[in-house]
């Protein structure tokens, strides 16, 4: 079992940044891949980046590419997700995910195992 903890979640203008952390515990965590999925009212969770276990290899949603950037600690046993220029559309509830490396980098929120609870983003005009 992997037990993840997401914090850094808050109201933020448009334009600002925001860092988001994801803090796992139980199972060695360069064991497993990483993700961030969010979730906005009314819509299906998506995939937003994901980060191999090594750190080597990262994968964006188009709609984010070039402002989030997603990163691990191994040593710490956190991932992060720093977010520029945030939009309004950008609101959501954000995910952190954990999967077995053994595949490769997956986007579909199926292939994940571990989900924290999530942290709320809103981003204001």
């Known amino acids: 079992q992997v037990q993840l903890v997401e914090s850094g979640g808050t109201l933020v203008q448009a334009g600002g940044s925001l860092k988001l952390s994801c803090a796992a515990s139980?199972?060695?965590?360069?064991?497993?891949?990483m993700a961030w999925f969010r979730q906005a009212p009314g819509k299906e969770r998506e995939f937003v980046a994901a980060?191999?276990?090594?750190?080597?290899?990262?994968h964006y949603q188009d709609s984010v590419k070039g402002r989030f950037t997603i990163s691990r600690d191994n040593a710490k046993n956190t991932v992060y997700l720093q977010m520029n220029s945030l939009k309004p559309e950008d609101t959501a509830v954000y995910y952190c995910?954990?999967?077995?490396?053994?595949?490769?980098?997956?986007?579909?929120?199926?292939?994940?195992?571990?989900w924290g609870q999530g942290t709320q983003v809103t981003v204001s005009l």
């Open positions: 995910a954990a999967t077995s490396r053994l595949f490769g980098i997956r986007v579909l929120a199926a292939e994940y195992n571990y």
């Open positions: 139980g199972r060695t965590f360069n064991n497993y891949d």
């Open positions: 980060i191999s276990w090594s750190g080597a290899t990262t």
